[in-house]
Every structure is written in C-alpha cells, then in structure tokens.
C-alpha cells in the first residue's frame, strides 16, 4: 500500500487569531485571506478567534471552519493604544473546548496570527498537549510614544518571548521592519521574511455612489488616509499640512478611514476650522475599501515611534494604482523596491510642511501622480502576489511539519 507523503496529502490546519471578521483590522483582513486561500488550495483550515458583539460562535466562511471564544471585553485603554478589539478568551471553559476540538479535527499544524493577544496562550498551550509545530507571525511592533506605557508594554512583551516565541518552531515576519524588531526585542536572527499578499477587487459602483453623496465629494479633489487613529499614527502632521494645501487647493477633502481612539486629532480640526475639509468616518467594512480607494487620487499617512515602514494600508492602495505618501524608510531595512518618487514618496514624518509641498506637488502634476500610482501597482503585482504568498506559507508548514516527525 503506497504511503502519502506529507508533501503531498491535503494539510488540516488550525489558525489562531483574536483578531477576525468582522472585525476591521489588518491582521484580521490577512488572516481571513490566507484562510480562504488555503482551503481553495484543497487544505482544510479552521480558525479559533474571539467572539465579538452578534457573531456567531460557530460559522462557515467560504470552507473555512470559524469558531469564536467566548470573551471578555476589555475597555479602551491608553495603554493599549485605546484599541476597541481588546479581549480575553483564556479561560477553563474555553480550554476545556479547544482540548475536544483538537481531539476531533485531529490538526496537523498550528498557526498564530500576532503575539500581542491573549489567544498565544492557548496556541502554546495546545501545541505543547498535543505535540503540533507551531508557527507564529508577527504582525506588530510594540512600541508606544509614551515612556511608562512604553516601559509596561516592553515588559508584556517579554513575557510573550516566554509564550509563544520561545515554543514557536518558526517565527515569520512579512517586512524587513518587523523582522529587524524580532531579532532585536526577541534574540530570533532568522526569522523568514514572508510578505502581505495585496489584492484589491474592483470597487462596488453603488458604494462608490453612496460615499460621494454621504460625504459631498463631488467635483472634489479626493485624499484618503487609510488605518485607525490612534498615538502611532494620529495624522497631526497631514490635519496641519491641509491648512496648507487648501490655500492653493480649497476644494481638497481628506477621508480618513478607521476607528479613532484619540481625541487629538479632533481636536485638531476644529481648531484649525478645518471642519469642511477633514471627514473621519469611522471604521468600514474591508470590501468597501476598494470604494474609497476609486475616489481618492492620493493615499497619505505616516507612522511615529522607530519602526518606520509601509503598513499594509498603504500597499494596498498601492495595489490599487494610487500615488501614496508615507513616511521616509529608514536606510537600515532593505525596502529598495520602494523607490521615492518613483513608486511612492516618501516624507519625513510629524513635519507638516514637507507632507504639504509633497501633496501639493502631486495634486499639480496629473502626470506625475499617476505615473507614480501605475509604478506602484506593477511592483505590488510583481512583489506581492498573494499566490506566491499561500505557496510559501503551505511550503513552510510542510517543512516544518516534515522536521517533527
């Protein structure tokens, strides 16, 4: 009787994330589409997350087996960067259905999405009980811009060293920014380097339809600034540089899209009168995205604190053919893919005045800006594929699968 090889038999495969929709996240929108890729690659794929509001403890998304946690709701905390998402899920009753969970689907891996949240417990947990490798990617750098939290934060996350990345058989980073944090706050050198994948669908035309008239854009010269709010990324820079752009362009309008868990900015607005320019929606369903990015020319925002790099936010819009801003890239990670004013520009970040001269320059020159968007979206083509990035992670949980045994 011939023997399937574990190169070539179906993977099952346990996902762990406390971060899922319908939650709106970047990590959230990753995991949701590694998991459904996956099964479209024949794996079978079940996710464990948390429990949020209405959604439903058990649930099928597209062959992707989705159970939630029962769980604890945390409030928003400053610490936290007053995230709204923050919850507990590490309790006895949960254990308890996990440990029949795994009895029953009998996995042949486990996967950890970030090491920021209380389910690293329970895939560290589990991996040890029942004897399973365990991969871990790393979606966030901790930091924060204030000193105590950022102390108490470091601390935390030495403690997840002992969890998760101490027992991890692999630890994988998707850019040189995070793989540069892990060597140096967790002591890992070699960590893989696997990317995002980027893909944005074309935009649904009533939604398109329906932000205009929500929100008045027509005949307006549309600027998006994609992620939530929080101490990491406030756009105190990009509300001041607008005082700017407006002189030479009143009819300018700035969406900025995600939750906003600061006040500052508000703030902000207001005391520059710059209520008619600055729309903050709220956070937004992730298929609507491709909406907004229809209506924007350029996509703006940058990062503090000392892991600069694209997020995932600004690659998609780059996916998306939009000329994007961001924050200069320090020398020492290895982004030359991304080439300032070539396929992105780059400013330096919490200086309003050059983030206006850069907005203005590219809101002048039609040419400029979609030359610089169209680059873009062929090296997200080229780099960021999410094919080549399924492949990888089903290579890697093969190989690690095949040290085990």
Not at 119 to 126: A, G, V
Not at 205 to 226: A, M, P
Not at 274 to 303: N, R
């Amino acid at each position: 009787m011939k023997t399937t090889k574990i190169q070539d038999k179906p993977l099952n495969i346990a996902i762990f994330s406390n971060l899922y929709p319908p939650i709106p996240s970047g990590s959230s929108s990753f995991t949701w589409e590694l998991s459904r890729r996956l099964v479209a690659a024949k794996h079978q794929v079940t996710v464990i997350t948390a429990q949020v509001e209405n959604s439903p403890v058990y649930e099928q998304m597209q062959g992707v087996d989705v159970y939630r946690l029962p769980a604890i709701q945390f409030p928003q905390l400053a610490l936290a960067h007053n995230f709204r998402w923050l919850s507990y899920t590490y309790t006895p009753r949960n254990i308890r259905n996990l440990l029949d969970l795994f009895e029953k689907k009998q996995f042949d891996i486990i996967h950890q999405q970030n090491h920021i949240f209380d389910t690293i417990l329970s895939s560290s947990f589990l991996a040890r009980k029942k004897q399973l490798p365990l991969i871990l990617t790393v979606h966030t750098c901790v930091h924060h811009p204030n000193r105590l939290y950022n102390t108490v934060l470091a601390a935390l996350d030495a403690l997840s060293r002992k969890v998760i990345f101490d027992r991890s058989d692999s630890v994988v980073c998707p850019d040189p920014v995070s793989k540069k944090y892990v060597e140096i706050r967790h002591r890992i050198p070699d960590s893989p380097i696997i990317p995002y994948g980027v893909e944005v669908p074309s935009p649904n035309k009533d939604s398109v339809k329906n932000i205009q008239e929500k929100y008045n854009l027509f005949k307006k010269r549309v600027l998006l600034s994609l992620g939530h709010v929080n101490d990491m990324r406030d756009r105190m820079d990009l509300i001041q540089a607008i005082s700017q752009i407006i002189q030479v362009f009143p009819d300018v309008r700035l969406l900025i899209v995600g939750d906003v868990h600061i006040q500052k900015p508000v703030e902000m607005v207001k005391k520059l009168g710059l209520e008619d320019h600055v729309i903050f929606t709220g956070a937004v369903p992730h298929d609507q995205i491709p909406a907004y990015f229809s209506l924007a020319e350029i996509e703006v925002h940058t990062f503090k604190g000392p892991y600069p790099g694209p997020g995932i936010a600004s690659m998609e819009a780059m996916s998306a053919g939009l000329a994007v801003v961001t924050g200069e890239i320090d020398k020492t990670y290895d982004y030359s893919h991304f080439l300032n004013w070539e396929n992105v520009v780059m400013v330096p970040p919490d200086k309003p005045d050059p983030m206006s001269k850069a907005l203005i320059q590219l809101l002048s020159d039609n040419d400029l800006r979609k030359r610089i968007g169209e680059n873009a979206r062929q090296m997200m083509a080229v780099r960021y594929s999410w094919d080549t990035v399924c492949n990888d992670y089903i290579k890697l949980y093969r190989e690690t699968i095949t040290r085990r045994k």
